[in-house]
């Protein structure tokens, strides 16, 4: 690994690129970028960027949130413009006005944040922009099936955008690029959202399409996917090139410390009886340390209360009468943190809707300390100290044309009304400090939220989510999709925190070395169904496993 900018292609260590990459290099590079830079007012997003990449490689871009990376691939699509640098594409010199220049000279990019129309179809989707005269929808629906059957990316064409998981709506992202056929694909964190066989996946789609002499620039957080496809890595830090490897796959170690230049374990929230050190939290087979405990640690006075979540006999069916959720029963103590594993699609979102008021249950009821909260509206929910962090953040979670500062304090803006005028000096020094404890950057509070990396965007909404007092039941969807290994870390640390004083935890997440690291206990939903609930511990992988893929127990 190396500090310094070196346009030499390396040594290959993936096979399936590696002939494609050699053959390509006597051209020279796909992309140069030489010396870019970029100022957002008074934030200096890129400073003096330089890297080429290949074609046939597949180059992986490195960074905590906020280092520049989706800044960076905006610049190759033409969503911005740089203040000084220059680039150069197949060759020529490359300036785009716009992501259409891009799109016909061959450079697709599937963003961070989606750009679908929820209300039109999948096929309808491909179509715009890419369509002119009689539509042949029928036509688009079979190229949906070509893509199927050569990337193994299978999408219902005739489903709305808006009836579709997260998940999906991230597949039609990747299936508008790919049915182009560029020359240079960028991906800006595309597997935030897929289930680890969708990962797979796509790992292998990479590989594909870089085998055939296409360059891919892929921005990840997942190191997984680096050992898996990454031919050669850059890692941005501050805006800047902090190192750059061309053998990222044994590296990672020394690229995840230039990453975020300190040691793995931050600061260690206060923690209250804490009886043990805790096993550390796993990414991707790098152990970052955890501060808290893995058993129960809450004082006797706070295990005599009401559980934090009483669950019983939730039921959702559909507008279709299909069964969604199946008569979930679930008790979760103070502090104790329970995770909800499976594979996407078997309830948790239904879940999630129903214990955060956003959806009526068919049958069934939930109290919270005690309280009835069923059919209650997120409102009554935060003020019985329900936080929730949903697993869509920009339609759920935030007003992206908000201030960051407003978006904080969006619960509790009541507090900062003066004589009917709000107290915008006081709003923004509490942000401040929130910003601070939870590590969301941002040039100041007063910045759109909507032009946050999704990382920060993420980080912030956590930050509102465990200072809400009082808080005594967090239910958190996917709390750490789209963040770097350090805000993971510095998540879960909170998380346990919170925890430590009493207040009960629900995770969904479909990461489940991470789950199996954090919480005490792990339930399994299977087609709306709990198969199974056991202590989180390793030794159990086998048997949650099992239960995630519907195999019961069979009885003694």
Known sequence: MRGYPDSSPGVGTVDAVRAAASAASSAGPLLRIEGLSKRFGSLQALQDVSLDLWPGEVHCLLGENGAGKSTLCNMVFGVYAPDAGTMTFEGHAWRPRSPADALSRGIAMVHQHFSLVPDLSVVDNLILGQARGVLDRRAWAAKLDTMRERYGLALDPWARIQDLSVGERQRVEIVKCLIRE??????????????????????????????????????????????????????LRGGKVAARSDAPAQEIDALVRAMIQRDLAGPAPAMEDVEETPAPLDIDGLALPLTGSRHLAAPAAIRAHEPALTADGLTVRDADGVLRLDRFTLMVAPGEIVAVAGV???????????????????????????QEMTGQSPRVLTQAGCGVVPEDRHALACVTGMSVAENIMLD?????????????????????????????????????????????????????????????????AQPTRGLDVGAVEAIYNH??????????????????????????????????????????????????????????????
């Open 182 to 235: 560029p020359r240079l694909l960028v991906l800006d964190e595309p597997t935030a959202v897929l289930l680890p066989a969708e990962i797979e996946s796509l790992m292998a789609v990479c590989s594909r399409v870089a085998a055939q002499g296409c360059g891919v620039a892929l921005v990840t957080h997942k190191l997984a996917e680096i050992r898996q496809v990454a031919r050669r890595a850059t890692v």
């Open 344 to 370: 996407e699609g078997n309830g948790q979102g239904e879940l999630g809707a129903v214990l955060s008021g956003m959806l009526a249950p068919t049958e069934g009821r939930f109290f919270l300390s005690g």
């Open 412 to 476: 509790r803006l009541a507090r900062f009304r003066r004589f009917g005028l709000l107290d915008r000096a006081a709003l923004t020094r509490e942000a401040q400090a929130l910003m601070e404890r939870f590590d969301v950057r941002a040039a100041s509070p007063h910045v759109a939220f909507g032009g946050l990396s999704g990382g920060n965007q993420q980080k912030a909404v956590l930050a509102r989510e465990l200072t809400l007092d009082p808080l005594r039941f967090l239910i958190a």
């Open 495 to 556: 998380i346990r925190a919170a925890a430590a004083r009493g207040v009960g935890v629900l995770l969904i997440s479909s990461e489940l070395d991470e789950l199996l690291s954090v919480a005490h206990r792990v339930v399994v939903l299977y087609r709306g169904r709990i198969m199974g609930t056991c202590e989180a511990s390793r030794s159990q992988r086998p048997r949650i496993g099992a239960w995630m893929a519907g195999q019961q127990e069979q009885a003694a």
